[in-house]
């Protein structure tokens, strides 16, 4: 099995417990891909915490993450892909023992997409989103910043 390097976790993903065992959540959280963005969760940086542990000898993880918009209208399928892929990936572990809650603290941007993430929404649209929205806040906070005038004028 292809171990993932802790080198490559999200400056903002927060880790504990069972390296195993976190392993194995990571990789099946890769797995699950947002219905409307082609990134899997792991990638496009919806997950804030992972915990995994071994309690009386059971696995038992926890999961704190985020979607892209509150009120995105795939949560719940999302959730079900993740709660899924999670009891399938990891050996063990059951409904009772995962828990997976979702918070809007703080809200996901595009900078919390992985290079993983930008090199696939690059090989998909031909340019690097990330990028792109970085140039357009930019752009908008020049605009504000000038009083509306455009740059030249």
């Known amino acids: 099995m292809d ?4 080198a490559k976790r999200p400056p903002f993903l927060k880790v504990s417990g069972d390296e195993d065992l976190i392993q194995l959540a990571e990789e099946a959280l890769r797995e699950v891909y947002d219905p409307e963005i082609p990134v899997n969760v792991y990638d496009l940086g919806l997950i804030y915490v992972i915990d995994a542990r071994r309690t009386d000898g059971k696995p038992k993880v926890k999961i704190l993450m985020t979607l892209t918009a509150i009120g ?16 399938d990936k990891i050996p063990g572990l059951s409904e009772e023992n995962l828990e997976i809650e979702v918070t809007f603290d703080p809200p996901w941007s595009p900078d919390m997409v992985s290079e993983a993430g930008r090199e696939a929404l690059k090989e998909l649209y031909g340019y690097d989103v990330v990028d792109e929205w970085k140039k357009r806040i930019s752009e908008q906070y020049q605009e504000t910043s000038s009083g509306g005038q455009a740059q030249g004028s």
């Open 3 to 6: 171990r993932l390097s802790t």
């Open 72 to 87: 995105c209208p795939v949560t719940g399928s999302i959730l079900a892909y993740v709660e899924q892929a999670l009891l």
